[in-house]
C-alpha cells in the first residue's frame, strides 16, 4: 500500500489560486492512477478529478473543469492540483488517493489516501 502525504494548503481569496502537492512513498507510484477528493464541513466526500498512471489521460468533475488541473511526475512520486480561479464552494479539506483504475470517481475504488490538506476560499 503506498503512503501519501499532501501539502500546499491554505487561505486563498476568491480568484486566487493554490497548487497542491501529493507525495507517495515507495517506488510502485507510477502502477497507480492518482485522484483527488474534497470535503467540505457538512458534505460528503466528492470527486474532484483523476490522472491515468503515466499521466496522459485526465479527468474531471464538472464543478471544477477549466478551473483545476491534475498532473504527475512520476519520476518524483508526486501527483498535483493546480486550482485557479477559486471560488468559496472550493473552500474544503482536499485528499489525494491511489486507485488500480482509471477513471475512479467514487471513494470506494481508491486503496490508499492521503491525510488531507485544507483549502479555504474567502469572499
Known amino acids: 500500500q503506498v503512503q501519501l502525504v499532501e501539502s500546499g494548503g491554505g487561505l486563498v481569496q476568491a480568484g486566487g489560486s493554490l497548487r497542491l502537492s501529493c507525495a507517495a512513498s515507495g517506488r510502485t507510484f507510477s502502477s497507480y492512477a492518482m485522484g483527488w477528493f474534497r470535503q467540505a464541513p457538512g458534505k460528503q466526500r466528492m470527486f474532484v478529478t483523476a490522472?491515468?498512471?503515466?499521466?496522459?489521460?485526465?479527468y474531471y468533475a464538472d464543478s471544477v473543469k477549466g478551473r483545476f488541473t491534475i498532473s504527475r511526475d512520476n519520476a518524483k512520486n508526486t501527483v498535483y492540483l493546480q486550482m485557479n480561479s477559486l471560488e468559496p464552494e472550493d473552500t474544503a479539506v482536499y485528499r489525494c488517493?491511489?486507485?488500480?483504475?482509471?477513471?475512479?470517481?467514487?471513494?470506494?475504488?481508491?486503496?490508499?489516501w492521503g491525510q488531507g490538506t485544507q483549502v479555504t476560499v474567502s469572499s
Open positions: 490522472v491515468s498512471r503515466a499521466g496522459g489521460s485526465t
Open positions: 488517493a491511489a486507485a488500480s483504475s482509471f477513471p475512479a470517481t467514487v471513494p470506494s475504488m481508491y486503496n490508499s
